[in-house]
């Protein structure tokens, strides 16, 4: 039977462990929210003048810029991935519905922008699902490639156009519907991410090279995007879409540089290449080859390297992509990922015995780990105790 103290360390590794796994994300959507919220409340001191002349057209101005020179970038990264040609196609819908609007006020005095309206037309509800949807589409390519083709796409939008309908037949007023379909869909998209991650920890060492925290990160904005978008519905303040409007932008240029600049998925290297060809026959001498694999794991200690992964296995293992995952979930019941670091864990233990007074950044780097916060996070996790607290044992046992 549990004691009091056991059920106390019990408690307090669960919390340590979701900390570590969800803590970052669970800051950045409060301070996110906090920052949205702030941003409604100061924006009403805005002289409406203002607004309506200079900082709603600078934004949206903003917006057309960011998406057309986006799109302009993007064209030289595409490299053949559908999930950046996603993106390049949602640039370049955004700067066309922007400019558009921006047209029809301008020149025709058609108020698409709603400055200073009492009211959110049913037009606007349709477009600002459309442009919801189109945002929504890179993360969907990314975490189901290929999924997303011409006829869902047009699935994505029915429901948005069957609500506007039933609002005009009904004569109801079914605002929030239309705000709760892509909040609905993003958290969809949110399902996914654990998929995702079963999926990185298959082919890779280390979950740090994926693209799963900055999608966190563009999923959590579109998501307060999404229910923010109550307070522009229900509310009738003429600088209510000042908060919106930034925050768009923001993504936009987020997003971008994301893709341009960050080191390449995992989908990207992996996902986005033709599939392996089948095995013709199991091989028998799986025996054999297990005993290859764990003498040159010893030998050579590949999972020093942080960007160590699945097909780096070929060296040693004749076998294909999928094979060799299957090998390592059978043999060892556990992914690739798991595999490594079970290495890595105990390559630390032994630096940290033999070299007590090296700092747990230079165990970090000599034991294969990206970081420091990543190996205190693992090691955390896999050990139940943190590193600093692990050393104090050796010396308290």
């Not at 570590?20 to 003048?49: K, M, Q, T």
């Not at 007074?357 to 970081?371: R, Y």
Request: net charge negative; aromatic share 14%.
């Amino acid at each position: 039977m549990s004691t009091g103290k056991e059920l106390f360390e019990r408690d307090k590794k669960c919390l340590r462990e979701l900390y570590y796994e969800h803590g970052s994300i669970a800051l950045f959507a409060i301070g996110l929210s906090a920052c949205v919220c702030l941003s409604y409340y100061f924006s009403r001191f805005i002289p409406e003048d203002v607004f309506a002349n200079i900082v709603s057209p600078a934004l949206h101005a903003g917006m057309i810029a960011a998406a057309v020179v986006g799109e302009i970038v993007m064209h030289r990264h595409i490299d053949g991935i559908r999930a950046r040609r996603a993106w390049q196609c949602a640039l370049i819908v955004w700067a066309v519905i922007e400019a558009g609007m921006w047209i029809a006020e301008a020149f025709f005095g058609i108020s698409t922008l709603v400055r200073g309206v009492e009211t959110i037309d049913r037009l606007d509800f349709i477009v600002r699902d459309m442009l919801a949807i189109v945002l929504l589409a890179y993360p969907m390519e990314v975490l189901c490639p290929k999924w997303l083709n011409w006829w869902r796409g047009v699935l994505l939008v029915l429901p948005s156009l069957l609500i506007t309908l039933l609002d005009i037949l009904l004569q109801e007023d079914l605002r929030a519907l239309q705000i709760i379909y892509p909040v609905l869909i993003a958290g969809w998209l949110w399902s996914q991410i654990k998929v995702y991650r079963a999926k990185v920890e298959e082919n890779f060492s280390t979950i740090e090279n994926s693209a799963m925290p900055w999608l966190k990160v563009y999923l959590c904005v579109l998501t307060v995007i999404g229910l923010s978008y109550f307070y522009i519905c229900f509310s009738y303040h003429p600088t209510r879409l000042f908060t919106q409007q930034w925050l768009v932008l923001l993504l936009l240029i987020y997003n971008t540089a994301q893709i341009v600049y960050r080191r390449r998925p995992w989908q990207e290297s992996v996902m986005e290449n033709a599939e392996d060809e089948e095995e013709k026959e199991e091989d028998p001498l799986k025996a054999t080859y297990r005993a290859n694999l764990e003498a040159w794991m010893e030998s050579e200690k590949p999972y020093l390297n942080p960007d160590f992964r699945l097909t780096d296995l070929r060296q040693i293992l004749p076998m294909n992509r999928t094979y060799l995952s299957q090998f390592i979930n059978t043999e060892y019941g556990c992914s690739f990922y798991q595999y490594a670091t079970n290495y890595r864990i105990e390559e630390a233990k032994r630096l940290m015995r033999e070299h007590p007074d090296m700092k747990l950044q230079e165990v970090a780097e000599q034991s294969g780990f990206s970081s420091a916060t990543t190996f205190s996070r693992t090691f955390m996790k896999e050990t139940g105790m943190t590193a600093t607290e692990w050393q104090s044992s050796l010396y308290n046992s």
